[in-house]
């Protein structure tokens, strides 16, 4: 079952434009990861934000993480075109003996028109 | 250069014949993941696999199934596709402790069933 929820479902920006997408999740986790996928292409990792960090940033993007709402968002400041693409978080919870177990949000996508 | 390929790209096949994609990755990883994702919807996890450990997770259909004979690969059969399956299906890898790290993703193999 999916354990994040997206919000928006879509968003449509002028370059330069600041981008925002909230991803809400239901039960506690150990970390939670945004992913960024282009169409019709596998996932590329963006940033993981551990249970005790509330923020992150790398490069032009922002992530924060409220455990308390069960909350996180992913600002992308000054877009461009080549940002349009599928964003998805994901709940992250250690599975059994090893590796980690995402359970992904059902995204939003974000078009950049130049 | 690429960590984690899958080939083909793009499959198709007839509803009933059996069918194997192909995930090899230069990572040296522990854990691989197959994940299967329909359109416009989260990416699904169907199963994975710590070195020769395999996990199924528990609503992964008996009709698909998984083979790992080394580190670098692993192998995805569908015994009987039915029109349900066609989907996108991406493998994945990660370091294999319960930390929690980033999944690489390949770009996917396109399944078309008809």
């Known amino acids: 079952s999916q354990q994040g929820e997206e919000d928006p479902q879509a968003l449509s920006i002028q370059e330069g434009e600041n981008a925002t997408m909230n991803c809400s999740y239901k039960?506690?986790?150990?970390?939670l990861q945004w992913y960024r996928q282009n169409s019709g292409r596998g996932l590329v990792h963006l940033i993981l934000?551990?249970?005790?960090?509330r923020e992150k940033h790398s490069g032009r993007l922002r992530v924060t993480l409220d455990t308390s709402k069960k909350s996180s968002s992913l600002l992308i400041t000054a877009s461009r075109a080549a940002d349009t693409a599928s964003y998805f978080c994901?709940?992250?919870?250690?599975?059994?003996?090893?590796?980690?177990?995402?359970?992904f949000g059902g995204g939003t996508r974000v078009l950049v028109k130049p | 250069d690429a960590m984690v390929i899958q080939n083909p790209r793009y499959q198709v096949t007839q509803f009933g014949k059996p069918v194997t994609l192909s995930c090899s990755q230069t990572?040296?990883?522990?854990?691989m993941y197959w994940y299967q994702q329909k359109s416009s919807q989260a990416p699904k996890l169907l199963f994975h696999?710590?070195?020769?450990?395999?996990?199924n997770e528990a609503d992964t259909p008996d009709n698909f199934q998984s083979r790992r004979p080394n580190t670098s690969f692993c192998f995805l059969d569908i015994r009987s596709p039915g029109l349900g399956d066609a989907a996108m299906y991406l493998c994945?890898?990660?370091?294999?402790?319960?930390?929690?790290?980033?999944?690489?993703f390949g770009p996917g193999t396109r399944l078309t069933v008809t």
């Open positions: 994945a890898t990660s370091r294999g402790d319960d930390r929690g790290y980033e999944q690489y």
């Open positions: 039960t506690s986790i150990n970390n």
């Open positions: 934000i551990r249970s005790n960090e």
């Open positions: 994901a709940t992250d919870q250690p599975y059994k003996a090893a590796g980690n177990k995402l359970t």
């Open positions: 990572l040296n990883h522990n854990v």
């Open positions: 696999y710590y070195d020769k450990d395999f996990n």
